[in-house]
């Protein structure tokens, strides 16, 4: 068998270093649909609002009025009364679907609200439960301009301090809003 | 001659190696199954998201519930093994959809609907992150299923490659059937009690 030239030798080689490149870089762009995807979900940080301040978010304007502590229905929990509201925005096809609420903690935990208000705090503010959930039918009844109050009430262990609300859109995820007292 | 009879050998073993490598690769159901994360009765058994203990263990020939004075009986062509534990969410409230029995022969068992109305039944409960929430569960399963079997939960059965806990509960498995168990409402944390006919 006759032996190999210098420069086949050369092209065998190079084309040998040269898949170490392609391989990756075509494993890399079959799944960077997937990688940005993955990104959004997990690696997206809220959009953080502090003091009463209201952002616009899905068009519409947000503040988060107070989150109350009260005492829970049994020793291990505390129930949070959170009130919040939003003023509608010129559009509101962009505020079609219902909030996904949740509760944060300073270790990142979180908690969705309670099925029904606690019982405590509906004794404690009488007619909170007349309030609409956080979603597009409320949104539209109050129409351009208007403004929607909404409640939650949320069960949550006594040592979950420095605690925020979390609010998300399906029209502006993955974007979120997360508001501080 | 012996080029001809090595040629054919190679072809006979490149086909069995074809057919062997055909009949042994796992489907994609076997890929993407949940990873098992072994505990046992008594202790706390986790995963990324939640975790679970199992507390007690009952086997009975028929159950009864007492709901505001309305009694239902439940029998079974089996046996009715309940299982009281609790739960709790690590990072974010979730509901645990997923739950089963794995006998000794392999067999799987799913969680019993019958009970759906029942308050501390695991599909109708919410784990919160911080809140250990007590949970009642109730499978029908023949009862040579029982003895060296496993409960296995997990957050939901469609997440490929997702956490499953396998939890062996024969230290507090009984050692006799019961004719009937009774299982009542009750307003404590636990909501629930069961008694013994």
């Known amino acids: 068998m006759p032996s190999k030239t210098v420069s086949e030798r050369r092209a065998y080689w190079g084309s040998m270093a040269a898949l170490g490149l392609v391989l990756p870089a075509a494993v890399l762009a079959h799944s960077w649909g997937s990688l940005a995807e993955w990104y959004d979900r997990h690696g997206r940080e809220p959009i953080l609002v502090e003091g009463g301040v209201s952002p616009i978010y899905a068009g519409a304007a947000w503040r988060l009025v107070y989150l109350k502590r009260l005492p829970g229905p049994s020793a291990k929990a505390a129930v949070v009364l959170a009130e919040f509201e939003a003023r509608v925005g010129k559009d509101t096809a962009s505020m079609a679907g219902m909030c996904r609420i949740r509760l944060t903690d300073a270790d990142g935990r979180l908690w969705a609200p309670t099925f029904t208000l606690e019982p405590i705090a509906r004794k404690a503010y009488p007619g909170i439960e007349e309030r609409p959930l956080c979603g597009g039918p409320a949104f539209a009844e109050a129409g351009p301009g208007g403004k929607v109050d909404m409640v939650a009430t949320f069960l949550v262990p006594h040592d979950a301090v420095d605690l925020a609300l979390l609010i998300g859109l399906a029209e502006a995820e993955p974007d979120t809003l997360l508001l501080k007292p | ?197």
Request: zero cysteines; charged letters at 20%.
């Open chain 2, 1 to 197: 001659m012996s080029r001809v009879l090595g040629m054919a050998l190679a072809l006979v073993l490149a086909a069995a190696a074809l057919y062997g490598m055909q009949h042994s690769t796992p489907g994609y159901g076997d890929i993407t199954s949940p990873i098992a994360i072994d505990g046992k009765a008594g202790e706390r058994v986790e995963e990324d998201t939640f975790a679970f203990g199992v507390a007690r263990a009952h086997l009975a020939r028929s159950l009864r519930t007492e709901n505001f004075g309305k009694v239902k009986e439940y029998t079974t062509s089996g046996v009715w093994l309940l299982v009281e534990g609790a739960g709790v969410a690590k990072v974010e409230s979730l509901t645990l959809t997923s739950a089963e029995w794995l006998g000794p022969t392999g067999i799987r068992y799913a969680l019993s609907q019958r009970f759906s109305n029942q308050p501390g039944y695991l599909v109708n409960e919410r784990l919160d992150p911080g809140l250990p929430t007590p949970l009642l569960l109730a499978f029908e399963v023949p009862e040579k299923e029982v003895a060296g079997g496993r409960l296995l939960l997990a957050r939901s059965a469609l997440i490929p490659l997702d956490e499953q806990l396998r939890i062996d509960i024969a230290g507090v498995l009984p050692n006799s059937v019961s004719p009937s168990l009774t299982i009542l409402r009750s307003e404590g944390d636990i909501r629930w009690a069961i008694r013994r006919e």
